[in-house]
């Protein structure tokens, strides 16, 4: 549908006057394609979120194909992405039967299933490792499926995915703990709720639901708040740690074959009709039989890309503070505040104390709206929300307050998942929008991902399966946790493995030296405390960190001052003479 | 023009104040306040809990030195570096070049605290020491 | 290897080498545990002057410090285990504690009736002073980048700020200058340094390098590589002044925001920890409340002086020979009269928290909680007769201060101690 017709005009007018009784004036609506564009250029971040959501409502009441959001806040928009500073042609001229954009936790998921496949797959990632965005910035919950609202996608990826974590942590050798979670009451009254809770249940397919009394209650977690008033218990919640999931996939897509490439921005495409011919990257021109968009807070970047938007991402900032492992012992159930409403627009999407699978415990997460895609600052304001939830266990104290972070939620205006593959070119899969409850979903959309990639493929020619899939991964062993038995052996084999490097989470110089190696190597200091907790204990690294930087420059034959800590431009040492010359 | 300092002597750190005295010094002045100064005439300090303060602030005022510490680095091929330090205090204006000799400097040999490194260090009558201890390795 | 030692010592630097060498003379048989390769905990990087002016009375560098305990270990019954790190402590019924260690040989055991732990301390972090903005690199803290510059020989940035003008933050000051680096300042949040008298002159005044108090850093700038900080002023109670934000450019922030005294491994054994000193409270002979159990050093609260340290290392020592030693009796142990020592007045906190009728006379340190001009000193016993007193003139948090009290002057039935301070 187009803004010229009369429908068209209809409903642009509709939407014009609702924002205007709203006070927003600035904002220009068009019609492309059965797509409502929003531009122009508003005061306050407020007014364009206005502009969005009731984009989103229009949408909706209308059966449009999507909304995008273009409006500008005083000429400000999101900052552009940030290119790797790398420029070669390690990708130019290669052809892979499938590409996923984007290395987070859908992107390899995604190419974990697509290699149950006899096809060439590529992952693309901007940065130096997998996962770092998203999909490692969020407290790790494997949600039950009881927040999202009946009927999205999110509700049924939730669900799906939920149960699909027990065999995907049994064959990919990750952390899974259900604890369940409960929802507090802190007013006797909210028992009230119960048949609005157990019909949401129902509704969404979340098996188990009940209401546990004040007492029992206070019988599984003595150290919960006097306050409560009993709860409403989930017992298919679970926990999993985001950065093991992430590199469990990614190492088991790599053993079956996936090629993984870093510091690799896609920056445009080329298409002949409705297909996309060309990818092109910082590290030359690739093309692929399907392309999948799992890029996260870029998405509609991509998908703009390829000449077909129909939606678009506002982010949505969240911090989460870890508290102190000695804690650990305080809780034995995910704790929060029962919200319904999904995440639409709530300051706090209920969040709470999430018991992490290292054993410490995560406050959070809060919501903000922002302009900034990529912004992982972290304020005051922040912490004191954070606070009220320490409110809960009477034991916690600000000083127990190890480290906090921020992250950003990829939503779109219409708060929902987009996994489909494209109306319009004819070699495009989406995963886009993936907010929370993403890292429950992930199974599940990866799955449906996979098959929808398929089903393009197919259309060139028979797809048969790898004959040599094998969808088990051994993980590297955390020695620590060995009885001393099995730590002998080790040791006997190797005697780094009996130097301990990081006495505040007990990692010793082999398991360190081991990340730097195998299929999906560390190649940063941070990267190396992603795969073993060096670094991620209560010193934060302050004791490890000149002899993990020694351990790597010996094993890549670099000079310490050449180890960097993260991404492009992370440098942390320099030498003497460099004061001079500049770094 | 009476000059304020800490004493550092030791870790007390005790308030010096002293006042510079002219040139004539006459003998048998005795202290007014504990410590004390020296002679009528000569400078005068107080704020010293123990002798070592006067001489203290009389280097201060006349040619203050300081003992440099710093490390070397060695030919070991893991980047071992020796600590060192000047076997006496060296006059603090010196302690720039005293670095740029140190950055010049390579240990090739083991060494245990209290090894020389550099003998008659900057044309002093002092050496640089070894304060660690090295295997060569 | 399952092996019994009388005394086991964990941690080999200024403290735990101290204790190893008081045990062994007391007549015991000791086993000296340390994680690291070499023995000197952080004395090893620890290159500047100042250590032993007490207790060798020379100012010798830390480097030189270590060795002479190190030298003191040869000759004795004290058996050395580099590279050996604790897992895991119970206490045992009859023989004491069992532990289990980790090293390069494998997994093996100890077990002895007396444990020292002199596992000294880690830096307080960034985030546990809540330093918001950007996660860069570039942030230091001051030890670890001292680390960085002396063992490694390699400079945490070109153009530093110090948020922290505490001991080991000062002596980073004039170490980076020196090294080449520019030290923009050393900002404090209180209204008053922290770090020794000393240090502030030969650190700062001597540089140049000007020192901000009532300022501190909340904010640091740069994705992936510190590009800049932002202080601002704070009223006595820390809170920031509006419109006092500076923006100052910079490669790396360098923080020296105080020192935690490692005791994990007390959880597993119950040992709670006095909230002030954030070790636990022991008697004069370094025990905590579980019998055979010591402490001393920067585990015990943290000290400014390595001399104390290994003072405290000593009498653990000959505290833990004694005990296991059986030269205090099987009757004594668990029933030993206690006597509390309680803080009153301006006391920040004082060691040791209590004192046993057997044992040594105390040697007691204290930091007053304020800076004072004139201040007096009172044991009392809770009738209010006064068993000591001593005068100061000048009294700083920094400082701890320290004093011998005889046992003697302790009357019969006293209750507790009280120690007072006040301003007269």
Same mark, same amino acid.
């Given at each position: 549908?187009?803004?010229?017709?009369?429908?068209?005009?209809?409903?642009?007018?509709?939407?014009?006057?609702?924002?205007?009784?709203?006070?927003?004036?600035?904002?220009?609506?068009?019609?492309?394609?059965?797509?409502?564009?929003?531009?122009?250029?508003?005061?306050?971040?407020?007014?364009?979120?206005?502009?969005?959501?009731?984009?989103?409502?229009?949408?909706?009441?209308?059966?449009?194909?999507?909304?995008?959001?273009?409006?500008?806040?005083?000429?400000?928009?999101?900052?552009?992405?940030?290119?790797?500073?790398?420029?070669? /042609?390690?990708?130019?001229?290669?052809?892979?039967?499938?590409?996923?954009?984007?290395?987070?936790?859908?992107?390899?998921?995604? @190419?974990?299933?697509?290699?149950?496949?006899?096809?060439?797959?590529?992952?693309?990632?901007?940065?130096?490792?997998?996962?770092?965005?998203?999909?490692?910035?969020?407290?790790?919950?494997?949600?039950?499926?009881?927040?999202?609202?009946?009927?999205?996608?999110?509700?049924?990826?939730?669900?799906?995915?939920?149960?699909?974590?027990?065999?995907?942590?049994?064959?990919?050798?990750?952390?899974?703990?259900?604890?369940?979670?409960?929802?507090?009451?802190?007013?006797?009254?909210?028992?009230?709720?119960?048949?609005?809770?157990?019909?949401?249940?129902?509704?969404?397919?979340?098996?188990?639901?009940?209401?546990?009394?004040?007492?029992?209650?206070?019988?599984?977690?003595?150290?919960?708040?006097?306050?409560?008033?009993?709860?409403?218990?989930?017992?298919?919640?679970?926990?999993?740690?985001?950065?093991?999931?992430?590199?469990?996939?990614?190492?088991?897509?790599?053993?079956?074959?996936?090629?993984?490439?870093?510091? /690799?921005?896609?920056?445009?495409?080329?298409?002949?009709?409705?297909?996309?011919?060309?990818?092109?990257?910082?590290?030359?021109?690739?093309?692929?039989?399907?392309?999948?968009?799992?890029?996260?807070?870029?998405?509609?970047?991509?998908?703009?890309?390829?000449?077909?938007?129909?939606?678009?991402?506002?982010?949505?900032?969240?911090?989460?503070?870890?508290?102190?492992?000695?804690?650990?012992?305080?809780?034995?159930?995910?704790?929060?505040?029962?919200?319904?409403?999904?995440?639409?627009?709530?300051?706090?999407?209920?969040?709470?104390?999430?018991?992490?699978?290292?054993?410490?415990?995560?406050?959070?997460?809060?919501?903000?709206?922002?302009?900034?895609?990529?912004?992982?600052?972290?304020?005051?304001?922040?912490?004191?929300?954070?606070?009220?939830?320490?409110?809960?266990?009477?034991?916690?104290?600000?000083?127990?307050?190890?480290?906090?972070?921020?992250?950003?939620?990829?939503?779109?205006?219409?708060?929902?998942?987009? !996994?489909?593959?494209?109306?319009? !070119?004819?070699?495009?899969?989406?995963?886009?929008?993936?907010?929370?409850?993403?890292?429950?979903?992930?199974?599940?959309?990866?799955?449906?991902?996979?098959?929808?990639?398929?089903?393009?493929?197919?259309?060139?020619?028979?797809?048969?399966?790898?004959?040599?899939?094998?969808?088990?991964?051994?993980?590297?062993?955390?020695?620590?946790?060995?009885?001393?038995?099995?730590?002998?052996?080790?040791?006997?084999?190797?005697?780094?493995?009996?130097?301990?490097?990081?006495?505040?989470?007990?990692?010793?110089?082999?398991?360190?030296?081991?990340?730097?190696?195998?299929?999906?190597?560390?190649?940063?200091?941070?990267?190396?405390?992603?795969?073993?907790?060096?670094?991620?204990?209560?010193?934060?690294?302050?004791?490890?960190?000149?002899?993990?930087?020694?351990?790597?420059?010996?094993?890549?034959?670099?000079?310490?001052?050449?180890?960097?800590?993260?991404?492009?431009?992370?440098?942390?040492?320099?030498?003497?003479?460099?004061?001079?010359?500049?770094? | 023009?009476?000059?304020?300092?800490?004493?550092?002597?030791?870790?007390?750190?005790?308030?010096?104040?002293?006042?510079?005295?002219?040139?004539?010094?006459?003998?048998?002045?005795?202290?007014?306040?504990?410590?004390?100064?020296?002679?009528?005439?000569?400078?005068?300090?107080?704020?010293?809990?123990?002798?070592?303060?006067?001489?203290?602030?009389?280097?201060?005022?006349?040619?203050?030195?300081?003992?440099?510490?710093?490390?070397?680095?060695?030919?070991?091929?893991?980047?071992?570096?020796?600590?060192?330090?000047?076997?006496?205090?060296?006059?603090?204006?010196?302690?720039?070049?005293?670095? @740029?000799?140190?950055?010049?400097?390579?240990?090739?040999?083991?060494?245990?605290?209290?090894?020389?490194?550099?003998?008659?260090?900057?044309?002093?009558?002092?050496?640089?020491?070894?304060?660690?201890?090295?295997?060569?390795? | 290897?399952?092996?019994?030692?009388?005394?086991?010592?964990?941690?080999?630097?200024?403290?735990?080498? @101290?204790?190893?060498?008081?045990?062994?003379?007391?007549?015991?048989?000791?086993?000296?545990?340390?994680?690291?390769?070499?023995?000197?905990?952080?004395?090893?990087?620890?290159?500047?002057?100042?250590?032993?002016?007490?207790?060798?009375?020379?100012?010798?560098?830390?480097?030189?410090?270590?060795?002479?305990?190190?030298?003191?270990?040869?000759?004795?019954?004290?058996?050395?285990?580099?590279?050996?790190?604790?897992?895991?402590?119970?206490?045992?019924?009859?023989?004491?504690?069992?532990?289990?260690?980790?090293?390069?040989?494998?997994?093996?055991?100890?077990?002895?009736?007396?444990?020292?732990?002199?596992?000294?301390?880690?830096?307080?972090?960034?985030?546990?002073?809540?330093?918001?903005?950007?996660?860069?690199?570039?942030?230091?803290?001051?030890?670890?980048?001292?680390?960085?510059?002396?063992?490694?020989?390699?400079?945490?940035?070109?153009?530093?700020?110090?948020?922290?003008?505490?001991?080991?933050?000062?002596?980073?000051?004039?170490?980076?200058?020196?090294?080449?680096?520019?030290?923009?300042?050393?900002?404090?949040?209180?209204?008053?340094?922290?770090?020794?008298?000393?240090?502030?002159?030969?650190?700062?005044?001597?540089?140049?390098?000007?020192?901000?108090?009532?300022?501190?850093?909340?904010?640091?700038?740069?994705?992936?590589?510190?590009? @800049?900080?932002?202080?601002?002023?704070?009223?006595?109670?820390?809170?920031?002044?509006?419109?006092?934000?500076?923006?100052?450019?910079?490669?790396?922030?360098?923080?020296? !925001?105080?020192?935690?005294?490692?005791?994990?491994?007390?959880?597993?054994?119950?040992?709670?920890?006095?909230?002030? /000193?954030?070790?636990?409270?022991?008697?004069?002979?370094?025990? /905590?409340?579980?019998?055979?159990?010591?402490?001393?050093?920067?585990?015990?609260?943290?000290?400014?002086?390595?001399?104390?340290?290994?003072?405290?290392?000593?009498?653990?020592?000959?505290?833990?020979?004694?005990?296991?030693?059986?030269?205090?009796?099987?009757?004594?142990?668990?029933?030993?009269?206690?006597?509390?020592?309680?803080?009153?007045?301006?006391?920040?906190?004082?060691?040791?928290?209590?004192?046993?009728?057997?044992?040594?006379?105390?040697?007691?340190?204290?930091?007053?909680?304020?800076?004072?001009?004139?201040?007096?000193?009172?044991?009392?016993?809770?009738?209010?007769?006064?068993?000591?007193?001593?005068?100061?003139?000048?009294?700083?948090?920094?400082?701890?201060?320290?004093?011998?009290?005889?046992?003697?002057?302790?009357?019969?039935?006293?209750?507790?101690?009280?120690?007072?301070?006040?301003?007269?």
């Amino acid at each position: 549908m187009e803004s010229r017709s009369a429908r068209g005009e209809k409903i642009l007018a509709v939407y014009l006057k609702k924002l205007g009784s709203r006070g927003i004036t600035g904002v220009e609506a068009s019609l492309e394609d059965g797509v409502l564009f929003l531009t122009g250029d508003v005061p306050t971040l407020e007014d364009r979120l206005t502009a969005g959501f009731e984009g989103a409502k229009i949408k909706k009441k209308y059966r449009l194909r999507g909304v995008v959001n273009d409006v500008t806040v005083n000429q400000r928009s999101s900052v552009p992405m940030s290119l790797p500073s790398i420029n070669d /042609t390690l990708l130019e001229g290669r052809r892979f039967d499938a590409v996923i954009i984007g290395g987070g936790i859908i992107g390899t998921a995604a @190419a974990r299933e697509l290699s149950r496949w006899n096809i060439s797959i590529a992952v693309l990632e901007k940065e130096e490792d997998l996962g770092l965005h998203a999909s490692s910035r969020n407290d790790g919950m494997v949600h039950p499926g009881f927040a999202a609202s009946p009927g999205t996608l999110k509700a049924s990826y939730n669900v799906r995915g939920n149960r699909l974590y027990t065999r995907a942590s049994e064959e990919l050798g990750f952390t899974l703990r259900r604890p369940g979670s409960i929802l507090l009451f802190s007013h006797p009254a909210m028992i009230l709720l119960l048949p609005v809770f157990k019909r949401r249940c129902r509704k969404n397919g979340v098996s188990g639901g009940r209401w546990v009394s004040r007492r029992t209650l206070a019988r599984w977690e003595p150290e919960l708040t006097d306050k409560q008033r009993g709860g409403f218990l989930l017992p298919t919640a679970g926990i999993i740690s985001p950065q093991e999931v992430v590199l469990a996939y990614g190492e088991n897509a790599a053993s079956n074959g996936v090629e993984f490439f870093f510091h /690799t921005a896609v920056t445009g495409m080329e298409k002949q009709g409705d297909i996309i011919t060309r990818i092109v990257t910082n590290r030359g021109t690739l093309s692929a039989g399907v392309v999948l968009n799992a890029a996260g807070v870029w998405a509609d970047q991509v998908a703009d890309y390829a000449g077909d938007r129909f939606f678009s991402i506002h982010p949505r900032k969240g911090v989460d503070a870890i508290v102190d492992k000695k804690q650990k012992d305080s809780l034995n159930h995910i704790v929060g505040m029962p919200s319904l409403r999904g995440n639409r627009r709530s300051h706090s999407k209920g969040g709470g104390l999430v018991l992490c699978v290292e054993g410490n415990l995560l406050l959070g997460p809060t919501a903000e709206e922002v302009l900034d895609r990529e912004d992982y600052t972290t304020h005051q304001k922040d912490l004191a929300i954070l606070k009220k939830h320490m409110e809960l266990d009477r034991r916690l104290r600000e000083s127990d307050i190890i480290t906090y972070y921020a992250g950003t939620r990829s939503a779109t205006w219409e708060e929902d998942f987009i !996994v489909q593959p494209s109306d319009r !070119v004819a070699n495009l899969v989406y995963a886009a929008g993936i907010q929370s409850p993403g890292v429950a979903s992930a199974p599940a959309i990866a799955e449906d991902l996979a098959a929808f990639a398929v089903k393009i493929l197919e259309k060139s020619g028979a797809v048969g399966p790898r004959p040599d899939f094998n969808p088990h991964r051994t993980p590297r062993p955390v020695l620590a946790e060995l009885s001393e038995e099995e730590r002998r052996r080790w040791i006997e084999k190797d005697p780094a493995y009996g130097r301990i490097v990081c006495r505040c989470e007990e990692v010793s110089e082999g398991e360190i030296r081991d990340t730097l190696r195998g299929g999906l190597p560390a190649t940063t200091v941070d990267g190396v405390k992603r795969r073993t907790r060096a670094g991620a204990g209560r010193c934060h690294g302050g004791f490890c960190l000149p002899r993990v930087m020694e351990i790597m420059a010996r094993e890549t034959g670099k000079d310490l001052g050449d180890i960097p800590r993260g991404g492009d431009g992370s440098w942390i040492l320099m030498k003497r003479k460099e004061t001079v010359n500049g770094k | 023009m009476e000059k304020q300092m800490t004493c550092i002597a030791c870790p007390r750190g005790c308030r010096l104040v002293v006042i510079p005295g002219t040139e004539e010094a006459v003998s048998g002045a005795r202290p007014e306040s504990d410590g004390g100064s020296i002679n009528r005439g000569g400078p005068v300090i107080t704020g010293n809990r123990c002798p070592k303060g006067i001489d203290y602030a009389l280097q201060e005022i006349t040619n203050p030195v300081r003992i440099l510490t710093s490390t070397v680095a060695t030919t070991s091929p893991g980047g071992i570096r020796m600590p060192v330090k000047t076997s006496v205090e060296i006059p603090k204006e010196l302690m720039k070049e005293a670095m @740029a000799v140190i950055h010049r400097t390579v240990l090739s040999r083991p060494g245990i605290p209290g090894d020389v490194v550099i003998e008659g260090f900057l044309g002093l009558k002092t050496d640089l020491v070894a304060t660690g201890e090295w295997d060569g390795q | 290897m399952e092996s019994n030692y009388d005394v086991t010592v964990i941690g080999g630097g200024p403290a735990g080498m @101290a204790a190893a060498v008081a045990a062994a003379d007391g007549g015991a048989r000791v086993a000296l545990v340390e994680r690291e390769e070499k023995l000197g905990g952080i004395l090893k990087q620890c290159i500047h002057d100042g250590f032993g002016l007490f207790r060798f009375n020379e100012r010798l560098t830390g480097p030189e410090y270590a060795w002479r305990y190190q030298q003191m270990l040869m000759g004795r019954r004290i058996d050395v285990f580099t590279s050996t790190f604790l897992t895991k402590i119970q206490r045992g019924t009859e023989e004491g504690f069992q532990m289990r260690f980790v090293a390069p040989g494998g997994p093996f055991g100890l077990t002895s009736p007396a444990v020292i732990t002199a596992t000294g301390c880690r830096e307080r972090t960034g985030r546990q002073v809540f330093l918001h903005g950007d996660r860069p690199a570039g942030i230091f803290t001051a030890g670890q980048a001292q680390g960085f510059v002396n063992l490694q020989g390699y400079l945490p940035g070109r153009r530093c700020v110090i948020l922290g003008s505490g001991d080991i933050g000062l002596i980073m000051a004039r170490r980076l200058t020196l090294e080449g680096a520019e030290v923009e300042g050393v900002y404090e949040v209180k209204q008053e340094p922290s770090g020794l008298t000393r240090n502030l002159v030969q650190c700062l005044e001597d540089f140049d390098i000007p020192l901000h108090l009532s300022t501190t850093v909340k904010e640091v700038h740069g994705r992936r590589r510190v590009e @800049a900080v932002t202080v601002c002023q704070v009223d006595e109670a820390g809170r920031p002044v509006t419109g006092t934000d500076r923006r100052i450019p910079c490669d790396s922030l360098i923080l020296s !925001v105080g020192l935690i005294p490692e005791n994990e491994i007390l959880d597993s054994l119950g040992i709670s920890l006095d909230e002030r /000193t954030r070790g636990p409270g022991v008697d004069q002979n370094q025990m /905590t409340r579980l019998p055979g159990l010591f402490t001393c050093g920067n585990a015990q609260h943290v000290n400014d002086l390595v001399d104390y340290v290994s003072e405290s290392g000593a009498a653990a020592g000959r505290g833990a020979a004694r005990f296991a030693l059986g030269k205090r009796g099987a009757e004594e142990r668990g029933t030993e009269e206690t006597i509390p020592v309680r803080p009153s007045g301006e006391i920040l906190y004082q060691v040791p928290a209590a004192l046993v009728r057997h044992g040594e006379d105390p040697v007691f340190f204290f930091r007053a909680s304020r800076s004072l001009e004139k201040a007096r000193l009172e044991l009392r016993s809770p009738g209010g007769e006064v068993l000591y007193q001593k005068r100061y003139t000048f009294l700083r948090p920094p400082e701890m201060e320290r004093f011998e009290f005889s046992m003697t002057k302790l009357p019969e039935n006293c209750g507790e101690l009280i120690f007072h301070l006040e301003e007269v």
